[in-house]
């Protein structure tokens, strides 16, 4: 951890407000154009199939602004993205725009490497009425948005329609809350004894997260971190972090849920192969989840994540957005801002949403699909947006930012984990890991302050 820290001090030697303002009054705002020839960089954190459907978005782009050469470059996971753009930064030549995960929102804020969009606005205006509004707030602070929103996704639960039938449950009818998740479970679990477990996700606080939120409860203090002071302490310890947990490792130690471990690969490769009847993902999985299923000729459904009982929150988004680094050229600023905006647009995001499942973040891209019948066609696609749409918008459900948001992750991660050994009680795991959490955030909010 220390380590960790000392990094993070270097990076913040030149932070800025969290909380700043746009232009000061008086500020001479000169117009730019690009009249010759310029080249960015663009570093991105997805992998596999989704290379070739970024570089095909980023030519699209090329071929509309000739003068404009964008080289487009995957640099592996979000954190390695991350610890790149930062070295890349430190040395002088970091990629014009870069893409990271919504948890890093507050430590870039602060990182001194970024120029927020909202200061590029006085070259281009973008119209955010265009975006939904969960997407684009949760990368808005105190009123000004920081980067542009990219892929955005909700978890969803996946469930083979095929087996449903075969143990006697209803195909249309998945489980939405907790207690039905474990009713269906033992039912799958006593009608077909071939499955290794009824249920699995892979280990990731996200679903912890997304559980609070549902629930409407902050996931750390200070209005979730959104009220206009950092937050200083954790939250999921409560009451409410013990009920998820308890559900969540109660249904591991009763062997209807299947630990397959951390990573992204092992939970879809479990339900592609029917050694599980459903999964929680990623709606960005629903094309690649679709074509594992009916390889093996079953029929797949998709619902609403589940919820404790009495929930009445909604879901945050997740995903990641595209970030402008500073002290760069004001053509190559005006170049990096064009190639966002065109990246977020209509035709590029119902692309992207098609190759993947990760849904558009402007409302105009939905209406787009909606006009060509591309959801009576694919409704497992519009499971993700209903989701979100009938999510109340609150500060528990913005999703919370922290500025060791990272770290944090993976220290309720270790919590389940000890759960599952059985080394401590779920009150024990969570007050361990909020104790070390909560020390982090005070010294990463010692740095900035």
């Known amino acids: ?9 270097v990076l913040l030697l030149f932070a800025v407000p969290l909380f700043a303002g746009g232009e000061k009054e008086g500020t001479e705002q000169k117009s ?10 663009f570093w991105h954190a997805m992998g596999g199939s989704r290379i070739e459907l970024i570089e095909g ?9 000739p003068n404009i050469t964008v080289e487009v470059q995957y640099t592996g996971s979000y954190n390695d993205t991350l610890n790149k753009v930062k070295a890349a930064s430190k040395a002088g030549n970091a990629p014009h725009v870069f893409h990271l995960y919504e948890i890093g929102t507050l430590q870039m804020i602060h990182s001194g490497i970024i120029t927020p969009i909202y200061e590029l606005e006085k070259w281009e205006s973008i ?143 479990a339900f592609g192969s029917g050694e599980v009847a459903m999964v929680m993902s990623s709606t960005s ?33 997740g995903g990641g957005s595209l970030w402008i680094t500073n002290n760069q050229p004001d053509e190559e600023l005006l170049a990096a801002l064009k190639l966002v905006k065109y990246i977020s647009s209509d035709g590029p995001q119902v692309r992207w949403h ?16 909606e006009e060509e019948g591309w959801f009576e066609e694919n409704p497992n696609f519009r499971t993700a947006f209903d ?9 528990n459900t913005a999703g919370a930012l922290m500025g060791v948001f990272p770290e944090v992750r993976s220290l309720v991660e270790t919590a389940i984990q000890q759960v599952y050994a059985g080394d401590r009680s779920v009150e024990e795991a969570l007050d361990n890991a909020a104790e070390k959490a909560n020390q982090s955030m005070r010294e990463w909010n010692e740095l900035i302050e």
Not at 358 to 367: D, I, L
Request: hydrophobic letters at 35%.
């Open 1 to 9: 951890m220390k380590k960790a820290f000392v990094f993070m001090l």
């Open 387 to 395: 989701q979100l749409l009938e999510s109340p918008y609150t500060v």
């Open 354 to 369: 098609k190759g993947t499942g990760y849904f558009p973040v402007r409302k105009t891209a939905m209406e787009q699909l």
């Open 127 to 269: 119209d955010w009425d265009q975006f939904f509004s969960p997407v684009s707030s949760y990368y808005m602070v105190q009123g000004n948005h920081y980067s542009m929103p990219f892929n955005s996704s909700t978890p969803l639960l996946y469930y083979n329609k095929t087996l449903f039938e075969e143990a006697g449950l209803d195909p249309e009818n998945p489980p939405s809350t907790f207690q039905e998740v474990v009713e269906v479970s033992r039912t799958l679990k006593e009608e077909l004894p071939q499955l290794k477990a009824p249920l699995t996700w892979n280990l990731h606080s996200w679903y912890f997260e997304q559980f609070h939120c549902l629930m409407d409860e902050p996931f750390v203090n200070n209005g979730n971190g959104r009220k206009g002071e950092l937050p200083t302490e954790v939250a999921f310890n409560r009451e409410p972090g013990q009920k998820i947990l308890e559900w969540w490792t109660g249904m591991e130690e009763e062997g209807l849920f299947l630990d397959v471990g951390p990573g992204w690969q092992n939970h879809r490769a």
């Open 285 to 317: 999985d629903v094309n690649q989840l679709t074509g594992l299923l009916a390889e093996k000729g079953w029929d797949m459904g998709t619902g609403f994540i589940p919820r404790p009982e009495g929930a009445d929150g909604g879901v945050a988004i």
């Open 57 to 65: 978005i980023v030519n699209d782009f090329m071929e509309e602004n």
């Open 32 to 41: 730019v154009e690009i009249t010759d020839p310029v080249t960015i960089q």
